[in-house]
């Protein structure tokens, strides 16, 4: 007994220096239903610093482009470059969704590693980078599903759905499949990836808080940056496969 | 093995500890990781009270003091905190999203893309009229150049007019004076025939006297 409960305190004090928090959420209650409250805060200040910054730098376009704007037309053509490669001509009218779609989930990323969220105490759970949890990275996903749909029944009416059974009946059941496992994988990579990536910068803090978890966090960067062109890219490859026809 | 932890966990929860719910309903499923799993060095005394597999027993120790420690608040808590947990916040990221993609689409993909592809245009229109400029560069260039040709050409037909004229002037002036030469030649030829004729003439006259003379001189007794 003696020694479970010496076991038990240095447990505890680890857990206090680790202060390791995963599945917990700030609650808050909205007519009935809960929202997780850190979520919604987080990628409201995504949003904000997104719009506020697209507005000060596009606000006066020149025609010889610096600083800001410089940037953004850089971005914008990174954007029209993916879209285009993954669609092909017709990829004007879904620039918006894929541009938003990659700069949403690369700044939702980078605000988890580089904004010093952990400053704001919360009651529980703790401030962390919106695609840090399954909800938003799901929603995201359906919305990419119903955007690759809407993209192939306007495109091709109701032919769109002879590609179930192409290249022949036998494979109705995979193509179905696929309607499943595409927002699923999306989802779950995105998630996966953040929210290890998370974990493994806290754990390492708290275990060596100086210097060794600066590769790790740089690492994360770098992955945080290739999951969002991974989920825009693939987007928009799943929208260009709705679109193109078997001729 | 979810069940197996699970009943050792309650089993030492029960035995060891009395500050913890006498009912948890603590449920270990793949939605909820709850807390660190961290290995712990144990006590050999530990092990000998306790009859599990040794991997078991550690995770489950684990779990045991986690809970045991937690206060009862913090305890309800980690019951309910789980990783996939969907609610309203799923329609309202979606909701977001969709303000965000319109909003951007609005202030920024529309307005730049545009701003963007006019530029490209412009730049393009000014290329081809530059492109245009330069066959009327040519035709400036054949132009001076025809009017430089002209104008030497009128220049070496100005040059050889007054070339031409000069000369006739000098061969003019050239003949002049050697008519001048020639007309004063002949007439000091004439004078000077003129001299020889009169010299002539006065000495057929002395020639007279003198053979006279001479005979004279010669033939007296002739006399």
Same mark, same amino acid.
């Not at chain 2, 913090?74 to 990783?83: D, H, P, R, V």
């Given at each position: 007994?003696?020694?479970?409960?010496?076991?038990?305190?240095?447990?505890?004090?680890?857990?206090?220096?680790?202060?390791?928090?995963?599945?917990?959420?700030?609650?808050?209650?909205?007519?009935?239903?809960?929202?997780?409250?850190?979520?919604?805060?987080?990628?409201?200040?995504?949003?904000?610093?997104?719009?506020?910054?697209?507005?000060?730098?596009?606000?006066?376009?020149?025609?010889?482009?610096?600083?800001?704007?410089? =940037?953004?037309?850089?971005?914008?053509?990174?954007?029209?470059?993916?879209?285009?490669?993954?669609?092909?001509?017709?990829?004007?009218?879904?620039?918006?969704?894929?541009?938003?779609?990659?700069?949403?989930?690369?700044?939702?990323?980078?605000?988890?590693?580089?904004?010093?969220?952990?400053?704001?105490?919360?009651?529980?759970?703790?401030?962390?980078?919106?695609?840090?949890?399954?909800?938003?990275?799901?929603?995201?996903?359906?919305?990419?599903?119903?955007?690759?749909?809407?993209?192939?029944?306007?495109?091709?009416?109701?032919?769109? =759905?002879?590609?179930?059974?192409?290249?022949?009946?036998?494979?109705?059941?995979?193509?179905?499949?696929?309607? =499943?496992?595409?927002?699923?994988?999306?989802?779950?990579?995105? =998630?996966?990836?953040?929210?290890?990536?998370?974990?493994?910068?806290?754990?390492?803090?708290?275990?060596?808080?100086?210097?060794?978890?600066?590769?790790?966090?740089?690492?994360?960067?770098?992955?945080?940056?290739?999951?969002?062109?991974?989920?825009?890219?693939?987007?928009?490859?799943?929208?260009?496969?709705?679109?193109?026809?078997?001729? | %093995?979810?069940?197996?932890?699970?009943?050792?966990?309650?089993?030492?929860?029960?035995?060891?500890?009395?500050?913890?719910?006498?009912?948890?309903?603590?449920?270990?499923?793949?939605?909820?990781?709850?807390?660190?799993?961290?290995?712990?060095?144990?006590?050999?005394?530990?092990?000998?009270?306790?009859?599990?597999?040794?991997?078991?027993?550690?995770?489950?120790?684990?779990?045991?003091?986690?809970?045991?420690? /937690?206060?009862?608040?913090?305890?309800?808590?980690?019951?309910?905190?789980?990783?996939?947990?969907?609610?309203?916040?799923?329609?309202?990221?979606? /909701?977001?999203?969709?303000?965000? %993609?319109?909003?951007?689409?609005?202030?920024?993909?529309?307005?730049?893309?545009?701003?963007?592809?006019?530029?490209?245009?412009?730049?393009?229109?000014?290329?081809?009229?530059?492109?245009?400029?330069?066959?009327?560069?040519?035709?400036?260039?054949?132009? $001076?150049?025809?009017?430089?040709?002209?104008?030497? $050409?009128?220049?070496?037909? $100005?040059?050889?007019?007054?070339?031409?004229?000069?000369?006739?002037?000098?061969?003019?002036?050239?003949?002049?004076?050697?008519?001048?030469?020639?007309?004063?030649?002949?007439?000091?030829?004439?004078?000077?025939?003129?001299?020889?004729?009169?010299?002539?003439?006065?000495?057929?006259?002395?020639? $007279?006297?003198?053979?006279?003379?001479?005979?004279?001189?010669?033939?007296?007794?002739?006399?």
């Amino acid at each position: 007994m003696n020694v479970l409960s010496c076991s038990i305190n240095t447990l505890k004090g680890l857990y206090d220096i680790s202060g390791v928090e995963v599945g917990q959420h700030f609650y808050w209650q909205i007519g009935g239903f809960q929202v997780h409250g850190q979520v919604l805060i987080t990628s409201w200040v995504v949003i904000a610093i997104l719009l506020g910054s697209a507005t000060i730098a596009v606000r006066n376009p020149q025609t010889i482009p610096t600083g800001g704007q410089n =940037f953004f037309e850089y971005v914008l053509e990174f954007i029209r470059d993916v879209s285009k490669t993954q669609i092909g001509e017709e990829y004007g009218p879904w620039v918006p969704f894929i541009g938003t779609m990659f700069l949403f989930i690369f700044v939702s990323n980078w605000s988890g590693a580089l904004l010093p969220w952990k400053i704001i105490q919360l009651p529980h759970g703790e401030l962390a980078a919106p695609t840090n949890d399954i909800n938003t990275t799901v929603a995201l996903a359906l919305l990419t599903s119903v955007a690759y749909f809407y993209a192939g029944l306007t495109k091709r009416g109701l032919g769109y =759905f002879g590609k179930y059974i192409q290249p022949t009946p036998i494979l109705l059941p995979i193509n179905i499949l696929e309607d =499943f496992t595409k927002p699923l994988s999306l989802s779950f990579r995105l =998630f996966g990836n953040i929210l290890a990536d998370e974990l493994v910068v806290v754990v390492l803090v708290s275990l060596v808080p100086l210097v060794v978890p600066i590769p790790v966090m740089l690492l994360g960067l770098f992955t945080s940056g290739i999951q969002a062109l991974i989920f825009a890219t693939l987007a928009a490859a799943y929208i260009g496969e709705s679109m193109e026809g078997h001729h | %093995m979810a069940n197996m932890i699970m009943s050792s966990s309650k089993a030492l929860i029960t035995s060891s500890s009395s500050t913890i719910p006498s009912s948890p309903r603590f449920k270990l499923s793949l939605t909820q990781i709850p807390f660190p799993k961290l290995p712990l060095p144990r006590s050999p005394k530990s092990l000998e009270t306790l009859s599990i597999p040794s991997t078991l027993k550690s995770i489950s120790v684990i779990l045991a003091s986690s809970l045991a420690i /937690a206060p009862p608040s913090l305890a309800e808590e980690i019951e309910k905190a789980s990783l996939f947990d969907f609610n309203l916040t799923l329609p309202t990221m979606m /909701a977001e999203f969709l303000f965000l %993609m319109f909003a951007l689409d609005k202030i920024y993909f529309s307005p730049l893309g545009k701003f963007m592809d006019e530029r490209d245009s412009a730049i393009k229109e000014k290329l081809s009229s530059v492109k245009d400029t330069s066959t009327e560069v040519k035709q400036l260039e054949d132009q $001076a150049a025809a009017i430089m040709k002209a104008a030497r $050409a009128e220049i070496s037909a $100005a040059l050889n007019k007054m070339k031409k004229e000069t000369q006739q002037e000098v061969e003019q002036k050239i003949a002049e004076g050697r008519k001048k030469v020639e007309a004063e030649l002949l007439e000091a030829l004439a004078s000077l025939e003129n001299q020889k004729e009169e010299t002539m003439k006065s000495l057929d006259s002395q020639i $007279a006297a003198l053979s006279d003379e001479i005979v004279k001189k010669v033939l007296p007794a002739s006399n």
